[in-house]
């Protein structure tokens, strides 16, 4: 098929690699603008515009899909279909409109469950036992669209974001060809109203850790936020970000929350959480066994 592709993460790039495999002719790739980045705070290309440019692909960049001119570059391509994987920008209706096999979305939940910017991030925090992914014929509505394909992934115990979303980007990349070369013969699924939830974009402010709750709850926080933002506890005038955990199986014997007890477990609210991964400001991410031999925790956090 003739497509236009739509997405700017590292997400996304599984899905661009495993269409371009597939032999379909990809007539644009669209991203969000270069952001700054770097000490320098140069503009540098998002791992999808560097990955499409490797691959030859034409990229197009624009600020915002609204207005006539933005709906008639896209015309332009002649595309049968779209294919969105965390793109960023709103398709408005009249891009939504353009494809005849419409704008199919790649995302990183079992919809209706987590509808929004952190689906990966969310399903953690909750707790859930499985995630997935939904190939979505999209809408106007925010991810309400019917569903074409969908597969569901575990949850690992002391899997964090970044790795989740690594392995849900490979099956998205698998479920998209197969939904293209499907897609006559696939009945769109309406999504039921029941079991809606919502997933919020996660806000820095929470990224602060707080040892009051349970210990399950402290793992899942610290492993939802890694790599990014990364919970993180102060520590001196640093911020000491954490980056992998798991449940303690240790007693803390009613030690306040906070309190340290060996190596890098901590007191929760109840039970304890032992640390795995960990981050100073300015220095690279590493095993708890490594950090702690250069660094002396206080008696409480």
């Not at 039921?192 to 709750?213: C, F, M, Q, S």
Request: hydrophobic letters at 50%; charged letters at 20%; one cysteine or more.
């Amino acid at each position: 098929m003739r497509l236009v592709f739509m997405g700017t993460p590292d997400f996304a790039v599984p899905a661009l690699d495993a269409l371009h495999a597939a032999g379909h002719a990809i007539a644009a790739v669209y991203c969000q603008p270069r952001r700054p980045a770097g000490r320098g705070q140069k503009p540098r290309p998002g791992a999808v515009e560097a990955r499409a440019l490797a691959l030859g692909l034409p990229v197009e960049a624009p600020a915002t899909l609204r207005g006539p001119e933005a709906a008639a570059a896209f015309a332009a391509h002649g595309a049968e279909a779209a294919v969105v994987a965390a793109y960023g920008l709103i398709l408005p209706p009249a891009i939504l409109g353009l494809p005849p096999s419409g704008c199919l979305n790649i995302h990183a939940s079992l919809l209706p469950r987590w509808r929004g910017a952190a689906p990966v991030q969310r399903a953690i925090l909750a707790g859930d036992a499985e995630t997935g992914v939904s190939i979505m014929r999209m809408e106007a509505g925010l991810d309400t669209g019917p569903v074409l394909l969908s597969e569901a992934l575990p949850i690992g115990p002391e899997e964090t974001a970044g790795e989740l979303a690594a392995r849900l980007a490979r099956l998205g990349a698998r479920l998209i060809v197969t939904a293209l070369e499907c897609l006559p013969g696939l009945a769109p699924v309406p999504q039921p109203a029941e079991g809606v939830t919502w997933a919020a974009k996660i806000d820095k402010a929470e990224a602060r850790l707080d040892w009051t709750r349970p210990a399950a709850a402290v793992a899942r926080h610290v492993n939802a936020l890694s790599p990014l933002p990364g919970a993180w506890v102060p520590l001196g005038d640093e911020r000491l970000k954490l980056l992998r955990a798991r449940v303690a199986d240790r007693d803390p014997a009613g030690a306040p929350p906070g309190t340290v007890l060996s190596g890098f477990t901590v007191a929760c609210g109840e039970g304890a959480v032992e640390i795995l991964e960990a981050q100073r400001p300015g220095r690279r991410p590493m095993p708890a066994s490594e950090l702690l031999r250069g660094l002396a925790l206080p008696g409480r956090l």
